[in-house]
């Protein structure tokens, strides 16, 4: 079945610096893909999606782009803040009843 | 905004009571999802439904049932309670097409001892 594979946490960055997360996905159909944020307490919150090959998603200074080639949704911002501090998950959508199929999650930490 | 709400933020049970969790959306959506978080394990899909009345297995559904009599109430039960079912549970719903984004709650801790 589809399935996502995020990279292992924890990350721990300093302030200002520059993220990644890595995600790739494997599906057999043409799946739409998304990121989503879990700030502490909370529950999922969309970051950002993208529909098909070559999009581009962004919010809040995040960005992914949707890469059929490498099958990838990797997750990047410019300059991180404390404020980023939370677990991020990769996911995709199936079938028309948009059932999502998620990674694990990364965790990420932002120091001051 | 969209708004879906779970009934309880924390939830202390014991083994073999049945247990109800209740969620509620206020956008007329579709579609409705039960997941259980655990660490390490990501979001895991319990039960989902597209329809009042309508109810399909996700990939976890062993010990649990669900129930959706309204639009905007989706109800998952458990049957008879264990400690493997200690977790924390999110309920999501959406519009049924493509692309649509799931909105969660935010969670209910619920602990069997």
């Known amino acids: 079945g589809d399935s996502v594979t995020q990279m292992e946490g924890p990350v721990t960055l300093s302030e200002e610096a520059f993220l990644t997360i890595n995600c790739t996905y494997t599906?057999?159909?043409?799946?739409?893909l998304f990121w989503y944020v879990q700030y502490p307490g909370e529950g999922l919150q969309l970051l950002l999606k993208?529909?098909?090959?070559?999009d581009k998603g962004s919010n809040k200074g995040f960005e992914a782009t949707y890469r059929k080639e490498t099958t990838s949704f990797h997750l990047e911002k410019g300059s991180v803040q404390v404020s980023d501090s939370a677990v991020y998950f990769c996911a995709l959508s199936e079938g028309g009843a948009q059932k999502l199929v998620f990674g694990q999650g990364t965790r990420l930490t932002i120091n001051p | 905004d969209v708004k879906v709400t779970q009934s309880s933020r924390y939830l202390v049970k014991r083994t073999g009571e049945k247990v109800f969790l209740e969620c509620v959306q206020d956008?007329?959506?579709?579609?409705m999802f039960w997941y259980r978080q655990d660490p390490g394990l990501g979001l895991r899909l319990i039960y989902f439904?597209?329809?009042?009345?309508?109810?399909e297995k996700g990939d976890i559904p062993e010990g649990y049932s669900v129930s959706r009599e309204k639009k905007e109430r989706f109800s998952l039960i458990l049957e008879s309670a264990s400690t493997n079912q200690t977790s924390m549970y999110l309920c999501a719903s959406s519009f049924s097409g493509s692309n649509q984004p799931q909105h969660f709650g935010d969670g209910t801790r619920l602990s069997i001892l």
């Open positions: 956008m007329d959506h579709e579609n």
């Open positions: 439904s597209y329809d009042v009345k309508m109810k």
């Open positions: 993208a529909t098909k090959a070559d």
């Open positions: 599906a057999t159909g043409y799946p739409s």
